[in-house]
């Protein structure tokens, strides 16, 4: 079934005006010089092309499709909605919340290396805690205060954050856009009248096309909505119906697979859910057992037994804090050591062995040889390694990709360029602070859908890319490290809002975060329940409690 379904363009009054050319911060008037470089105009003309906003143009409504309905997707759906688009959110699951609702089921294969395997979303272990204060880890304009009878503290439990979730896309009525238990299982590119199924296109000359037309910049206006997305879902019925079904099979009550029609896709499906394994030669006949992070739970099951936790991420500094209780031993190693190891492994010296450099080794009689020259018979290898970017449902006829742990070609980690701004990704960058960086590029991408700001043209993001990718090289960044945004988080935040007129972000904010990761890496067992940046939370709590009750938000 095609459900066909077309954009509409009807004047909604005045747009935002953009502060994206008034330079406001360093990185906008970076990304502005660098896109000067790239042009045939000259000065002024040619920041106002290359990003702002079009004051007098007629707003624009887009039938937009969301996939996922976790932070990312409901941030984004209401971004969407809010400048008037039409929004439809797929979820998979059957509440919101994505990777924050936790799920005591693991997978059947406990590395995450079969195709096929039974999946799980959540990696969320039973005892985790945030690793950001509640004031910070927020969205912008939707506090993330304690409530009475919840868990109130700083850095509250995994169901506080569902619960957070839950409560935000009931304020702002976004439940009603969500279509659960919904898989989106394709995703391609449809140059056609919406009226047959021949029009999607299956074309492999069709990338070939696209560069011509973006190297001739025949396409200079990007917000052409030109390529369309046909979305097909599977939506799983109940349990309890296909029961009924086998009573009674004349209903006929199956998955129910359906094509639609979209002027624009989002795509917001998380990167915390397919696993990265660390390759250690001689893994294939180490008898002992392995698993990622992404399936671990609780730390009961390994009683007793030694255990080499790889990666001191968040998660292999918690795992491994929480084994020492119940394990025999545990040896955790990284490639890179922090403060940490000489002020606090120390105290659990004994218990713990921290190793500098990675696993060397591993032997069919279940023995473990690490790069500083130590062995030792192992029961458990658990990788914290981290996890891969995924969109098995996405069909782009190579345009875009993921290489390395990287997706591109992307303008700004969201737009790719050919086919921008028909489709768009939220929530790819890492050590950043995710709910806020999700709202400010949902923010951006609904401004581009209804023409109240403006990208640049398709070869001067091509370029811009480019230039990225050069200077990542340059400076000898490993591709893995592309949506890396860290240190330069706040000035990507800042930029992305200078694009549709808002605010830049508070520096109280900016501050906290400094602090936060200082205290973090000084205390990793105990930063979440003793602290002393308390005039700083004072100036956040009352910041956000004044935002909470101007807005009226319950
Ligand atoms: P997700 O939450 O993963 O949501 C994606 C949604 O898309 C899911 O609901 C999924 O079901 C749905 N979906 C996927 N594919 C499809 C499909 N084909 N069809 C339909 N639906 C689909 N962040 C913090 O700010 N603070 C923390 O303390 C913190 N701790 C973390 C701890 C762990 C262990 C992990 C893994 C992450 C942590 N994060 C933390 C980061 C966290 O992932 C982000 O904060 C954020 O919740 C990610 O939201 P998302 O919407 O991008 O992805």
Redesign the pocket.
């Known amino acids: 079934m095609v459900e066909a379904v077309s954009s509409s363009t009807r004047n909604r009054g005045s747009s935002r005006s953009s502060s994206a050319n008034t330079g406001h911060n360093d990185y906008g008037r970076k990304k502005c010089e660098a896109l000067a470089g790239n042009s045939n105009l000259n000065g002024e003309d040619e920041l106002q092309m290359a990003i702002g906003s079009d004051k007098n143009a007629t707003k624009q409504s887009c039938k937009v499709a969301v ?8 941030v984004a759906a209401r971004e969407l909605q809010r400048e008037g688009h039409e929004v439809v959110v ?4 059957e509440k ?6 936790y799920n005591s089921d693991v997978e059947d294969d406990p590395l995450g290396l079969d195709p096929n395997r039974c999946s799980v ?5 039973a005892s ?5 204060p509640r004031e910070l ?1 927020g969205y912008l304009d939707y506090p993330f205060l304690p409530r009475e009878g919840r868990d109130v503290r700083r ?1 509250p439990r995994h169901e506080e ?1 569902a619960s957070y979730l839950q409560d935000f896309a009931e304020e702002f009525n976004l439940l009603l856009l969500v279509k659960f238990c ?4 394709y995703v391609g590119i449809y140059r056609g009248d919406g009226n047959t199924e021949a029009d999607i296109v299956n074309d492999s000359s069709f990338k070939q096309q696209l560069l011509r037309e973006g190297c001739e910049d025949l396409r200079e206006d990007s917000a052409n909505l030109e390529t369309r997305w046909v979305v097909r ?1 599977r939506e799983r019925r109940q349990a309890v119906e296909k029961e009924r079904d086998v009573l009674n099979f004349a209903t006929g009550c199956e998955d129910q697979v359906t094509d639609v029609i979209f002027d624009a896709v989002v795509i ?6 397919q696993p990265r394994v660390a390759w250690i030669p001689g893994l294939e006949k180490w008898p002992g057992k392995q698993m990622h ?1 992404h399936n671990y739970r609780i730390a009961e099951p390994f009683r007793d037994k030694v255990v080499v936790v790889i990666g001191n991420g ?2 292999g500094i918690d795992i491994s804090l929480e084994l020492i209780s119940v394990a025999k031993e545990v040896h955790f190693c990284a490639k890179k050591w922090d403060l940490s190891k000489d002020l606090f492994w120390p105290l659990h010296e004994g218990k713990l062995q921290c190793h500098l450099l990675v696993v060397e080794l591993v032997t069919e009689d279940g023995t473990v040889h690490f790069q500083d020259g130590i062995s030792c018979h192992v029961d458990v290898i658990l990788h914290c390694t981290g ?1 891969l970017y995924s969109f ?2 996405l069909d782009t006829h190579g345009i875009v990709t993921v290489e390395n742990s990287a997706v591109g070609p992307l303008f700004e980690h969201v737009f790719p360029p050919l086919l921008a701004p028909s489709l768009s990704f ?2 790819l960058p890492f050590k950043v ?3 806020p960086l ?1 709202e400010l590029q949902s923010k951006w991408i609904a401004c581009i859908l209804s023409k109240s700001s403006s990208l640049p043209s398709t070869k001067d993001m091509m370029a811009d890319v480019q230039s990225f990718e050069v200077r990542l090289a340059e400076e000898g960044i490993p591709k893995h490290y592309t949506h890396n945004l860290d240190s330069c988080q706040f000035e990507y935040d800042n930029w992305l809002a200078a694009q549709c007129g808002s605010e830049p972000i508070e520096s109280w904010r900016i501050k906290m975060y400094k602090v936060a990761q200082k205290i973090r890496k000084l205390y990793p067992d105990s930063y979440r329940d003793i602290w002393d940046d308390y005039d700083l939370l004072d100036e956040a709590q009352s910041y956000l409690l004044k935002l909470k009750t101007e807005k009226h938000w319950k």
């Not at 797929?90 to 699951?93: I, R």
């Open positions: 996939i996922g309905a976790g932070a990312a997707g409901l797929y979820e998979e699951g919101v919340g994505g990777v924050w609702l979303h959540s990696s969320m272990y985790l805690r945030t690793n950001l880890m850095f954050v919904t898989k989106v299982e879902t917001c499906n998380g990167h915390y859910s992070s968040p998660s996890y098995p449902f939220v929530g602070v995710p709910f999700f």
